[in-house]
């Protein structure tokens, strides 16, 4: 429920970032049998079911009006653009502007200012955690040699 309320809100990175640290969770567990489980279909149909209301509501804003103009664009697909379109367009920059397609670094400088202080600690224990990965990494890599 709480994934589905993210992306009625927020779309698909408040579904991506919560998904990305269960997928790492599982791959440092190294716990594959977690995916064969077959209550991961009642979590996609909940999923898919709390999503519709607004999946529905781009369809009638936008499907059923094709005249209306976003962006100097007209005929949008309002289905295809909350489901594929607004995150293809993030990551493209062109939902920033012109001076975000050419920033490579224009998420990690956003991240930056906009959660201060708490960006600098986030930084700091991503680089502390891919470090401790690393020397876990060649550890084991170590010890299999031997």
Sequence with gaps: MGLALGFDTKGHIA????LMGLLFYIIY?????????W?????LAGFAALIFPVVYCFYLQYN?????LVRG??????VKFILFG????????????NDAKNDYFFFFHSFLWAFVPWSILAYIAIVG?????????TNGLHRQLL
């Excluded at 579904?15 to 919560?18: K, L, M, R, S």
Aim: glycine letters at 6%.
């Design 73 to 78: 664009k007209d005929h949008i697909n309002g």
């Design 29 to 37: 567990l190294r716990n594959w049998k977690i995916f064969l489980n």
């Design 64 to 68: 059923l009006h094709p005249e209306k």
């Design 15 to 18: 579904v991506f970032a919560p």
């Design 129 to 137: 955690r891919l470090k401790h990965f690393s020397k876990e990494k």
């Design 86 to 97: 607004q995150t293809v367009e993030r990551l493209k920059g062109e939902s920033f502007g």
């Design 39 to 43: 209550k991961w279909l009642i979590v």
